[in-house]
């Protein structure tokens, strides 16, 4: 079910961006073909000017309009369509696809196995605001996720706890681990669901740049460890008790806290961390990593940019449109956040984490 569910939902995105580019196709050819007939009228003499001239313009705006109006009904249509199915299958989807005003959260219980993939957010396009597409990513996460700051620090830093907490929701007790460097303790605040309230699902945040140190050295090891019994051939031949859940690092106001060193293991991480099971969300500014220059213009690539604002910068990749992403918070004055994680950190005692 969850496989159909994944497809019908990347189908919806596709139908979308499709019909959305067919009617932009048709709304600039309109345009090209009446512009083309404007300068013909006017290279024409007998045609630049008089009745003549200005029952040629109507005619051609006419001509425009029609056009366009034809494809906006066809778009209509395929958006009313869509919009159909939009409800049909908003209600079916499981927690980690649903959005957290969604009521399948609120009897939300702690998943068995292993997610399919996650939900990290709605797209949208200008033709059809209120047709929100899943934006849903497969797991494990093939790539880390950056949290762009640049416009708002608190609210980037709110999104990825929403992120964080989405995805630790969605595994089974001891198959997901959460891990944060807040150098400077400035998440304090959107950190606390997270590690307070009987919730203990995230370890105290290390802080200042012996802190930084000591978690990424120790990532570094983790995923070292795991390449290397990958190349002898022993990757389920682990030392006893080594911990094989995925692991996130939530890395706040980047490159704070931060020397040359840490920073090239923080790089290492983007790299080959997730093939070994340790993602990044990286919450930074990169206007305050601008000192490094060209250096970690290949650690912004390999992130997956978000927003903690809608922002138009995410492209499909059937057509190419800009869609507008939006994060997936909670919604205001709601307890589901809370309550899901009470009820993680309240099965972890039967798993004997």
């Known amino acids: 079910m969850e496989e159909r569910l994944y497809n019908q939902v990347w189908g919806m995105f596709e139908d979308l961006s499709r019909t959305v580019a067919a009617y932009r196709s048709a709304a600039d050819f309109a345009e090209s073909r009446f512009e083309q007939e404007l300068d013909r009228l006017l290279a024409d003499p007998r045609t630049r000017g008089g009745p003549a001239a200005e029952a040629a313009r109507e005619a051609a705006q006419a001509k425009q309009a029609a056009l366009v109006d034809q494809a906006r009904a066809v778009l209509d249509r395929d958006l009313a369509q869509l919009a159909a199915e939009a409800e049909a299958v908003e209600p079916a989807l499981p927690p980690e696809f649903a959005g957290w005003e969604n009521p399948v959260w609120h009897a939300y219980r702690v998943p068995g196995r292993l997610p399919l993939a996650v939900r990290l957010g709605n797209l949208t396009l200008p033709e059809a605001p209120e047709l929100r597409i899943p934006l849903l990513s497969r797991l494990p996460l093939e790539r880390g996720l950056w949290m762009d700051s640049a416009e708002n620090r608190r609210a980037a830093m709110e999104a990825a706890v929403a992120i964080a907490a989405r995805l630790l929701a969605s595994h089974p007790v001891g198959a997901f681990a959460l891990h944060a460097l807040d150098p400077a303790g400035s998440a304090a605040t959107a950190l606390a669901p997270l590690h307070s309230g009987g919730a203990l699902v995230l370890p105290p945040p290390a802080a200042g740049a012996a802190g930084v140190s ?140």
């Open 214 to 353: 000591e978690v990424l050295t120790r990532l570094t090891e983790r995923v070292d460890l795991i390449q290397m019994a990958r190349r002898g051939g022993a990757a389920d031949d682990l030392p006893p008790g080594f911990d094989t859940a995925e692991q996130l690092l939530i890395v706040n106001e980047f490159p704070y806290g931060f020397d040359d060193r840490s920073v090239n293991q923080l790089r290492y991480l983007a790299d080959e961390g997730p093939s070994a099971g340790v993602h990044l969300l990286v919450v930074a500014d990169r206007e305050d990593a601008a000192a490094y220059g060209p250096v970690l213009d290949p650690l912004w690539r390999s992130l997956l940019r978000l927003t903690p604002l809608p922002s138009d910068h995410l492209a499909d990749p059937w057509v190419g449109h800009a869609w507008t992403y939006e994060p997936p918070l909670v919604p205001p004055g709601s307890r589901v956040l809370a309550d899901v994680l009470r009820q993680l950190a309240a099965a972890r005692p039967a798993y004997g984490t």
